[in-house]
């Protein structure tokens, strides 16, 4: 059997509005962010998932209650927070975003490596096989968590997650697929 798995990210947030990187750094959504979530609702409304993950931090659980409300039982799980970032966490973009590419196995100072993020989920897809088997499982986190389940799903080496990754092309849509089997 396999796992139908929808992978969301979170809405806005008053860091990204400030041009911030967030990383573990546990900020809210933005008014902006409040709306999208809102508005995500609807456009899931065909869906039907067995549960929700998020990510532990608020902005991804928020997210969630405001795009689905009490639909769904909804788990947060450390797992799937974003990269930590370590003593860059909420710095400017600017300065954080080009040093992710760089971070693939070095971790960023003080904090992880994208290939620690890539173990974490990892263990949580081990998880889900083990407990959610033949379900479909809805996901709202980062975009560390979504590059690794590119490269752990999809096959892509970290370099072409990167490349690919809708965040440079400006191509937001309401859910990405994934199979686990």
């Given at each position: 059997?396999v796992?139908?798995?929808?992978?969301?990210?979170?809405?806005?947030?008053?860091?990204?509005?400030?041009?911030l990187?967030?990383?573990?750094?546990d900020?809210?959504?933005?008014?902006?962010?409040?709306?999208?979530?809102?508005?995500?609702?609807?456009?899931?409304?065909?869906?039907?998932f067995?549960v929700?993950?998020?990510?532990?931090?608020?902005?991804?659980?928020?997210?969630?209650?405001?795009?689905?409300?009490d639909?769904?039982?909804?788990?947060?799980?450390?797992?799937?927070?974003?990269?930590?970032?370590?003593?860059?966490?909420?710095?400017?973009?600017?300065?954080?975003?080009?040093?992710q590419?760089?971070?693939?196995t070095?971790?960023?100072?003080?904090?992880?490596?994208?290939?620690?993020?890539?173990?974490?989920v990892?263990?949580?897809?081990?998880?889900?096989?083990?407990?959610?088997?033949?379900?479909?499982?809805?996901?709202?986190?980062?975009?560390?968590?979504?590059?690794?389940?590119?490269?752990?799903?999809?096959g892509?080496?970290?370099?072409?997650?990167?490349?690919a990754?809708?965040r440079?092309?400006?191509?937001?849509?309401?859910?990405?697929?994934?199979t686990?089997?």
């Amino acid at each position: 059997m396999v796992i139908r798995i929808t992978y969301f990210v979170h809405g806005t947030t008053t860091d990204n509005e400030q041009g911030l990187s967030s990383g573990w750094s546990d900020v809210g959504l933005s008014e902006l962010g409040v709306r999208q979530s809102k508005e995500l609702g609807p456009l899931t409304e065909d869906r039907h998932f067995d549960v929700v993950f998020t990510s532990d931090l608020k902005r991804a659980v928020e997210s969630a209650k405001l795009t689905w409300g009490d639909k769904y039982k909804i788990i947060p799980d450390a797992r799937l927070r974003e990269c930590n970032y370590g003593d860059l966490n909420g710095k400017p973009s600017e300065m954080v975003e080009p040093m992710q590419e760089r971070s693939i196995t070095t971790p960023m100072p003080g904090g992880e490596s994208y290939e620690m993020v890539k173990e974490r989920v990892a263990g949580f897809l081990a998880d889900l096989k083990r407990d959610y088997d033949g379900k479909s499982v809805a996901i709202v986190a980062h975009k560390a968590p979504q590059l690794a389940l590119d490269m752990l799903l999809k096959g892509m080496t970290w370099e072409e997650a990167f490349a690919a990754d809708w965040r440079k092309k400006g191509k937001w849509q309401p859910g990405w697929e994934y199979t686990l089997g």
